[in-house]
């Protein structure tokens, strides 16, 4: 499992896509009667970003040998990467838990309109609170695991604030780049979705 940071590059086009989805079993009896049973307890997210401008001059650092190596590295679907969606990717005061005096471990969640969903990528120490107060006495994982030195007191709130990534994977192992002109390539399509 890569830590690696999906790379910025100039040449981005907008919009980019986002597509939440589940799995869910429908059975539908005859009479049009329905039973669902839910298979995930949330939602994975498929992004959809093309690049209309990736520069090569040659050198190992140019857009497109930086976007080619970086998927290279992944062997396509096979590791994972960070994904910084930079319109979806702060959290602020958001509580984790309340504490019951003896759990020590706690994974960091994001509200999404309501909807609380577990954070699987971090690229930074999170700002962790108990009651309010920041502390130190913990430890973290990219994952977003917060482990506790002491456990929080019963009854004590639990929040953090910070920037957290989409833990992802190419969705193919293949990928097209197109030489539209002399050194300048473009990508239509660059599809990854996040994995729990």
């Known amino acids: 499992m890569s830590d690696a940071i999906f790379p910025v590059l100039i040449g981005q086009e907008w ?3 986002k597509t939440p989805s589940y799995k869910t079993l429908v059975q539908t009896s005859v009479s049009g009667k329905e039973k669902r049973l839910a298979l995930q307890s949330y939602p994975r997210w498929t992004f959809i ?3 209309s401008y990736l520069s ?3 050198s190992p650092t140019d857009d497109i040998h930086t976007l080619v190596g970086f998927y290279l590295a992944r062997q396509g679907q096979f590791d994972t990467f960070l994904f910084n969606d930079v319109t979806d990717n702060q959290a602020t ?5 309340t504490g019951d005096g003896s759990t020590t471990q706690f994974q960091l969640v994001r509200n999404y309109g309501g909807y609380i969903e577990p954070i699987k990528g971090l690229a930074t120490a999170p700002v962790i609170m108990v009651n309010g107060v920041a502390t130190t006495a913990f430890t973290w994982t990219t994952m977003g695991m917060i482990n506790f030195a002491t456990a929080p007191p019963a009854g004590a709130v639990i929040a953090w604030t910070g920037q957290f990534l989409y833990r992802c994977r190419f969705t193919q192992d293949h ?3 197109q030489n ?3 050194r300048i390539w473009a990508a239509k399509q660059i599809e990854f979705i996040t994995v729990k």
């Open 180 to 182: 539209s002109l002399s």
């Open 49 to 51: 970003v093309s690049y």
């Open 56 to 58: 090569d001059g040659g």
């Open 93 to 97: 005061n958001q509580v984790i838990a």
């Open 15 to 17: 919009p980019v896509s």
């Open 175 to 177: 990928n097209e780049f």
